[in-house]
């Protein structure tokens, strides 16, 4: 057993270099770096599906850093991305030294992808807090006591999730975006997402959402950057402890704001694409908010700009939705699949994940969410709202 304050401020220590990670490559116009992503690859609703190396090297540097500090980890760590860019036509591996001050060989992985000098130097700066970067934000004392196995965990990562956002958005778009707000498209919908689930039961165990593009933020810790604070959002949800860092007083400001420019009172769901058939069953019974990428859309529903986060289509995957689903859990919330729902009401079990068949992942439809789902906080109150739009099915 180890203590789990520990493996959650490694952790979160490691998704906030991620966060820093993903800001700098931008400033520094590095997502251009982009690969178009193979059929067994891509999202199973996308027509094209890209990966930037800003998701290449931000899951390279999260496993590095549970492996190399929990070796129990070793083998356990998962990502939606390969370990691999193509540059110019050449495929560069990104493979990272287990030792945090091996700085030559994380110069010859960036400097074999990237040709700006500046760039290289931050972020080694930052992947091996050799500079101003240092420090840890997140410290043990920052959680309660719990214990974690080890050897019975294993992880779900997302490195840049919406990753159409990250590539095509400006950042003057959204130098002034805090989480008391929500919007349907830019850079405040990127997030990097990681989850630890029990290999055993399939259960979440803990989570986070990061977003690196955030002005003002609404958690504690914000961990600035020369361009945007990073916002953090972890939860717990073991059979002895729930506990998370939302903080419930501005979700309360929320739903006040929200209940007062509603027109109606009806329940708010965010949906992912969906066909127009269950989006007339949904009508008249729920309204609508839009914004894109799944963590964000979860956010929505953390946050108290919704009620639920609806999936009917698919494209949804363990990466999306481990991590999201800890923190859902560690506040009384639960994920139930939308097609069991429509065929057997309230007799259904929720969701849980799996390690892949193998790593990196050479297909992607073993780790799809297929029937799609309802990711809700008050679940008995959402489901009881959905159970009229599907009586006619």
Not at 261 to 269: F, G, K, Q, W
Not at 275 to 284: H, P, T
Not at 298 to 327: K, R
Request: hydrophobic share 40%; proline share 3%.
């Amino acid at each position: 057993m180890t203590l789990g304050g520990e493996l959650l401020s490694a952790l979160c220590n490691s998704v906030e270099r991620a966060c820093l990670i993903a800001v700098e490559l931008k400033r520094f116009l590095c997502n251009s770096l982009i690969e178009a992503k193979e059929d067994e690859l891509k999202n199973e609703n996308a027509q094209s599906d890209f990966k930037t190396f800003a998701d290449v090297l931000i899951q390279q540097v999260i496993i590095r850093d549970l492996e190399s500090s929990f070796s129990e980890l070793k083998g356990q760590v998962f990502g939606e991305e390969s370990d691999k860019i193509t540059v110019h036509g050449k495929v560069v591996p990104v493979k990272l030294s287990e030792s945090d001050s091996d700085v030559v060989q994380t110069h010859h992985v960036l400097s074999e992808v990237l040709k700006n000098k500046e760039c290289i130097e931050t972020l080694i700066d930052i992947i091996h807090r050799k500079g101003k970067f240092q420090e840890n934000l997140w410290m043990s004392g920052d959680f309660d006591d719990f214990e974690i196995d080890l050897g019975n965990l294993a992880f779900w990562i997302d490195p840049i999730d919406c990753t159409k956002e990250y590539i095509k958005a400006a950042i003057k778009d959204c130098r002034d975006f805090d989480n008391r707000r929500t919007v349907e498209q830019g850079l405040p919908c990127v997030t990097c997402l990681v989850g630890a689930f029990d290999v055993t039961s399939g259960t979440p165990i803990l989570g986070v959402i990061a977003q690196p593009f955030v002005s003002t933020s609404v958690s504690i810790k914000p961990r600035t950057s020369e361009v945007f604070n990073s916002e953090l959002f972890w939860g717990i949800c073991t059979p002895k402890l729930k506990a998370t860092n939302i903080n419930q007083e501005i979700v309360k400001e929320i739903g006040i704001a929200r209940k007062a420019n509603a027109s109606t009172e009806l329940p708010v769901t965010v949906l992912s694409k969906s066909s127009n058939d269950f989006l007339q069953a949904l009508s008249g019974h729920f309204d609508s908010i839009r914004t894109c990428g799944a963590g964000k859309k979860c956010l929505t529903t953390l946050l108290g700009f919704s009620d639920c986060f609806i999936n009917s289509s698919g494209g949804v995957y363990f990466w999306d939705m481990c991590g999201p689903h800890a923190i859902l859990l560690a506040l009384g919330g639960e994920i139930f699949s939308l097609m069991e729902f429509k065929e057997n009401g309230l007799e259904m079990k929720p969701i849980r994940y799996a390690v892949p068949s193998k790593f990196p992942l050479e297909q992607v439809s073993e780790c799809c969410l297929k029937n799609g789902f309802i990711y809700a906080l008050e679940y008995e109150k959402v489901l009881s709202k959905l159970k009229p739009c599907f009586l006619s099915e």
